[in-house]
């Protein structure tokens, strides 16, 4: 027996010593601890495309413009610029103090660096469409012509001029987003395509990258040549990459975490009553929508069927009891919040759910379908918990109010985006679309016909005409008026059935200090700071 | 002994090919592809990269050139994550998923050979039937249900063992993640050597030394855990491949980045360069450490012989 | 015939065998009749009684879950399910297995070197990737998840059965018939069969645990069977979410998972005591 003891022995020992280990305190730094949900595909930043790597690429990054903590477009890198009257030429002066992360400025050649890289068919940038307005933006890309024809110009080190081949209104915006960040052109003569990893990677930005384990973490460290640097109150900023979001919660209850990007729907309930003034829900700048194939029976050419399916379901049940994180039912296909926009409705918006369902028994009827020919369709969705229910639901509501047999095919994400994009089994699938800008133009455009991501196959010569007209406005109100109009046609015919606006949902830490919602969820990590009396976790 | 070994490593190699094949063929069966995404590419963009990473070139094309880059050691760039290649990945995800699996398995053997012989040793008693009804719970109640709630317990609620990985410095992060994934298999091994271990007891070289006085400790250290153990032994290879699936589970839900994760994640993004990486690496170091298996249980016990 | 009533008679003297053959029998007895006898259906949503707790009224013996869908039908749905899957996977690894295994076993020399070589390599490969990679690859179907499982079981079941069929190739009444020219297949069938079945149920037994906590772990990853039909790993790994909340979504099937598989373990146990002493003659 005194083997057996003496290896038990040990083995307490070992998990004595091994809990010992927890709750080392480190140096005196602030260190704030954010969850991040998948790696970043690339640091490059004409390389990225997901939000994740955005995520990143603002705190070691910084643009021309940025946004302050609550969605306010301000000067970034560059202090000042001014637009031409016919809104095709814009000119930026680049604060004379800005800097990257070994000491060399940052110029506006940096910046036209960047831009051309984007538009560089050898870059394979996902984001070039971003730029797409610069005047030979698209010869580019296609390969007629080269980077250098691309509509920047570097005047001197601190003047650059944009020139758009139409006026974009929303144009500032764009250029928030990280794949127009100014690239070091040593740094890529130097090291190529490894310029972007740790150690290599210049940053402009309020921070540096030290390191960076895939799969686990990344880790930031304040950038002392930042320009701003002083207004930076955090030292450290470790983004944790954590794909489950039970497992965030559990961190974040286990003081491990400041900051989550999500919050598990099934414990929802659950943290809004326990942890009320922690969870932090905003709108969002996007739409959950179930699309249709335009391009097959049953949906095609049978607008009457689309609106029916469309009226059945009770948004408000679908947000209060099914995902119920505070979403906003929706009846327009622009969220709310869109700067300069108010979204049309559909004109069943304001019937009560009663009378939509019996308006929708008799539009089924009218398409010619009831007890004796029963429609029966496929809903296609991906593996999720949430998109399971929300179909669940919604075949639910189908069944009891128009009788239809709905078919659930749950089917793996990258398979579900195959079969949209080939749209030969599709009938109703499962989509959403998040907004790249603050503009109702990110939402509308891709309905338009000749648009790659228009799933459903949309096509409305007046929409696409209204549309058009749209981007040759030049005065806001006028514009204003044409997309609000393409919009309410694009309601009427029933392409998508938009189910609700996404929110951002965070649980955010009493200590952290400087938090703002916003409807792009941008937060920037040189905006926050941490409570004195609790600055070490 | 050591022809042997070499002719065994030998004998693996076109079985080690046709892995690759069929890892390589059922990757690219998958619909979809790495860069697929709702926002989809404008057709430039999508012949750019395809060309970049040899995409458009025909399937057995691709097989053939992948081939020739392995057989230099070069694995490829990962298609997912762009600044990383895929020998770098497998390089930092490896070390810990073997730090997590080896102590896992250690800590199966200690506790399973020790319970199992415990058990066996009072044999009937309440002791025994004690040992057994926490193995078989250890059997019957997957990872995913016991890791979250002992994180929920020990980690969100008690706070004595952190609750993720990353972040967190020292053993104690090992701590959770190593107790989920041995618990099944402390378990089976319980339940092994206490089989083994009773028929060892009651065997004639046992009795013998029983009559000729040694006491209970002394028979067990000296006469019946070798023998005893030998089942246990010959469970290893599924043990290890035990291990390995259970480490996919644990690894999602504490977040380690180890390779189990890696791959999960590989084939749902459609990183086939990566995922191929890991089959290709498991598979290799799998049949070396059967190997090893194999040979320490013929050192153990000289009476096998190989033909 | 004989054979048959005496390993009856034994089987029924173990105590522990009749005793988890019986409760597995009653469980399955229950997951038929009960969804039979409750008003309710397996899919049917309820958002005004959504995660209530056990005791209601109207038959919710298990409560609801998070769709106001009944528990006790749907975890008698999972029983079914898992069990069909568990047996109907087991059975493809005993085909595969047992005409691999005597095949090799009977053939023997090179050809047995080969098959058995090929056995150990496959052995030894990371099968739980290639699980994954083929539900990947070919989308989530019923059939597909008994082939993935039964292809991880049937490397044991073939060593086993070539062990059996090697020792009793010997056997004389083996012997008798080769030298009257009775043809391979037919002593393979006829003559060695049967006395693989002792061994055969055994390992079923003990490989039908193994292919349920498979299909678990499938169904934690999402890649198992899908909804709305539900297995109880399906159900156990929506209940983990449901933990703090709702713990009866994640006690009950739990607890019938736990005692189907201990169960079977036990009857395994039994079956390979009773089996045993039948050959220690």
Redesign the interface.
Same mark, same amino acid.
């Given at each position: 027996m005194k083997s057996i003891r003496s290896t038990s022995l040990a083995l307490i020992c070992f998990l004595v010593a091994a809990c010992g280990g927890a709750g080392d305190s480190g140096p005196v730094a602030s260190v704030l601890h954010r969850a991040l949900s998948s790696d970043p595909e690339s640091l490059d930043p004409q390389k990225i495309r997901s939000v994740q790597a955005g995520e990143i690429l603002r705190d070691i990054g910084e643009g021309l413009v940025g946004y302050t903590a609550t969605g306010e477009l301000i000067p970034a890198a560059a202090e000042s610029w001014t637009v031409s009257d016919d809104g095709l030429s814009y000119t930026f002066t680049i604060r004379s103090d800005a800097r990257w992360s070994n000491g060399d400025t940052v110029t506006a050649e940096h910046f036209a660096f960047g831009l051309r890289r984007l538009v560089d068919p050898a870059t394979a940038a996902f984001n070039a469409f971003l730029v797409a307005d610069i005047v030979n933006a698209g010869a580019i890309t296609s390969g007629e012509a080269g980077p250098e024809a691309l509509g920047v110009e570097a005047v001197d080190d601190r003047t650059l001029i944009i020139t758009l081949a139409q006026p974009t209104p929303y144009f500032l915006n764009l250029l928030t987003y990280p794949s127009t960040f100014p690239v070091h052109p040593d740094a890529v003569a130097e090291h190529g395509e490894a310029f972007a990893r740790a150690g290599n990677l210049l940053s402009n930005g309020a921070y540096k990258l030290d390191g960076w384990e895939p799969g686990s973490v990344l880790d930031l460290s304040r950038n002392e040549q930042y320009w701003n640097n002083a207004a930076t109150a955090i030292d450290e900023v470790r983004h944790h990459v954590l794909t489950q979001e039970?497992t965030q919660l559990n961190r974040y209850r286990a003081g491990e975490l400041h900051i989550t990007s999500s919050v598990?729907p099934?414990?929802f309930?659950?943290v809004r009553e326990e942890m009320s003034d922690e969870l932090h829900i905003a709108p969002q700048l996007g739409v959950y929508y179930y699309g249709f194939n335009l391009t097959k029976p049953p949906f095609k050419d049978n607008p009457a069927l689309r609106e029916a399916l469309s009226m059945a379901i009770d948004r408000d049940?679908l947000v209060t009891?099914?995902t119920g994180r505070g979403e906003e039912p929706a009846y327009s296909w622009v969220p709310p919040g869109v700067d300069n926009y108010e979204p049309r409705r559909f004109n069943y918006a304001e019937e009560d759910q009663g009378e939509r369902n019996a308006h929708a028994r008799r539009l089924l009827q009218e398409a010619g379908y009831g007890p004796d020919n029963p429609l029966q369709i496929e809903l296609r969705y991906n593996?999720?918990?949430t998109e399971?229910?929300i179909a @669940?639901?919604v075949q639910?509501m189908w069944n009891e109010v128009l009788g239809v047999e709905t078919t @659930?095919i749950?089917?793996?994400f990258q398979?579900l985006l195959a079969n949209m994009r080939q749209q030969e089994v599709t009938q109703v699938f499962r989509s959403s679309w998040i907004g790249d800008y603050n503009d109702a133009h990110t939402f509308l455009s891709i309905m338009e016909s000749d648009n790659a991501s228009n799933m459903p196959g949309y096509s409305n010569e007046e929409f696409d005409s209204l549309m058009q007209s749209a981007d040759e406005q030049t005065g806001a109100k006028p514009r204003r008026l044409y997309l609000e109009e393409a919009e309410r046609i694009l309601l009427a015919d029933h392409p998508v059935i938009p189910l609700y606006f996404y929110v951002s949902k965070h649980l955010v830490s009493p200590d952290v200090v400087g938090w703002g919602d916003n409807v792009l969820d941008y937060h920037y990590s040189q905006h926050l700071s941490l409570a004195p009396n609790d600055a070490t976790p | 002994m050591l022809r042997y070994a070499l002719l065994r490593l030998l004998?693996?190699i076109p079985?080690l090919l046709l892995?690759i094949v069929?890892?390589f063929l059922?990757?690219h069966?998958?619909?979809g592809g790495p860069f697929d995404d709702e926002r989809v590419l404008p057709p430039e963009t999508r012949a750019a990269l395809e060309a970049a990473y040899d995409l458009d070139e025909p399937l057995h094309q691709q097989l053939l050139g992948y081939l020739s880059r392995l057989v230099r050691g070069d694995m490829g760039p990962s298609y997912r994550y762009r600044d990383h290649t895929v020998s770098e990945l497998i390089g930092n995800a490896f070390p810990v998923s073997l730090k997590l699996g080896a102590m896992a398995m250690l800590l199966a053997i200690v506790i399973g050979v020790a319970a199992g012989s415990l058990a066996a040793l009072r044999r009937n008693t309440l002791v025994d039937r004690a040992v057994m009804v926490l193995a078989?719970?250890g059997?019957?109640?997957?990872?995913?249900?016991i890791a979250?709630?002992l994180v929920?317990f020990l980690a969100v609620n008690l706070n004595w063992l952190p609750a993720g990985w990353s972040g967190n410095e020292g053993a104690a992060r090992f701590v959770l993640p190593v107790v989920a994934l041995a618990l099944p298999q402390i378990a089976y091994i319980a339940r092994l050597t206490r089989a083994s271990m009773i028929d060892v007891l009651a065997s004639d070289f046992v009795r013998t030394a029983r009559a000729q006085g040694l006491g209970t400790s002394a028979i067990v250290r000296y006469h019946a855990l070798k023998p005893a153990m030998l089942p246990v032994l010959s469970y290893m290879?599924p043990a290890i491949?035990a291990i390995?699936?259970g480490s996919?589970?644990v690894e999602e839900i504490f977040g380690i980045p180890g390779l189990g994760q890696f791959?999960?994640r590989g084939?749902?993004n459609r990183d086939y360069t990566l995922?191929l990486g890991?089959?290709i690496f498991?598979?290799t170091l799998?049949?070396l450490?059967?190997l090893v298996v194999d040979l320490l249980y013929s050192a153990i016990d000289p009476r096998i012989r190989r033909? | 015939m004989r054979m048959l009533a005496d390993t009856l008679r034994r089987m029924s003297k173990s105590r522990s065998l009749m005793f988890s053959a019986g409760i597995l029998v009653s469980i399955v007895i229950v997951a038929i009749v009960g969804p039979m006898l409750s008003p309710h259906d397996y899919?049917?949503?309820d958002?005004d009684n959504?995660l209530h707790a056990p005791g209601r009224a109207h038959m919710q013996f298990f409560g609801t879950d998070?769709?106001g869908r009944d528990l006790f039908v749907r975890s008698m749905l999972g029983v079914q399910v898992t069990i069909v899957v568990a047996i109907v996977a087991s059975i493809v690894s005993l085909v595969i297995g047992v005409a691999y295994g005597a095949i090799a076993g009977y053939v023997g020399g090179r050809v047995d070197?080969v098959m058995m070589?090929?056995v150990?390599?496959?052995?030894?490969?990371?099968?739980?990737?290639?699980v994954?990679?083929?539900m990947?690859?070919?989308?989530?179907n019923f059939l597909l998840i008994f082939v993935a499982i039964g292809a991880i079981n049937w490397l044991d079941m073939a060593r086993i059965v070539r062990g059996q069929t090697l020792s009793l190739r010997e056997r004389e009444f083996v012997d008798a018939a080769r030298l009257t020219g009775v043809s391979a297949a037919r002593i393979i069938f006829r003559h060695i069969a049967p006395n693989l079945v002792g061994v055969v149920i055994v390992y079923v037994t003990l490989t039908i645990?193994q292919a349920i906590?498979v299909e678990?772990?499938l169904s934690?990853?999402?890649l198992g069977i899908?909804?709305?039909q539900t297995s109880l790993?399906a159900l156990?790994?929506?209940g983990?979410?449901?933990?703090?909340?709702a713990s009866w979504m994640?006690l009950i099937p739990?607890a019938l998972?736990?005692?189907i598989?201990?169960c079977f373990?036990f009857l395994g146990d039994a079956m390979r005591d009773v089996f045993d002493a039948k050959d220690a003659r």
């Open positions: 039970m598990p099934d414990s309930q659950q049940v009891r099914i593996t999720s918990d399971q229910r @669940l639901a639910s @659930l749950n089917e793996e398979v | 004998g693996a079985t892995v069929l890892a059922m990757v069966a998958a619909p078989m719970t059997i019957s109640i997957p990872v995913f249900v979250p709630v929920l290879g491949a390995l699936t996919v589970v791959f999960v084939a749902l995922v890991i089959v498991y598979a799998v049949v450490l059967n033909r | 899919q049917q949503t958002f959504l998070d769709l070197a070589r090929f150990d390599t496959l052995y030894a490969l990371p099968f739980i990737f290639f994954i990679l083929l990947v690859a070919f989308e989530r645990p906590l678990s772990f934690f990853l999402g899908q909804e709305p790993g156990v790994d929506a983990v979410n449901q933990m703090e909340g994640l739990a998972l736990a005692v598989l201990l373990n």
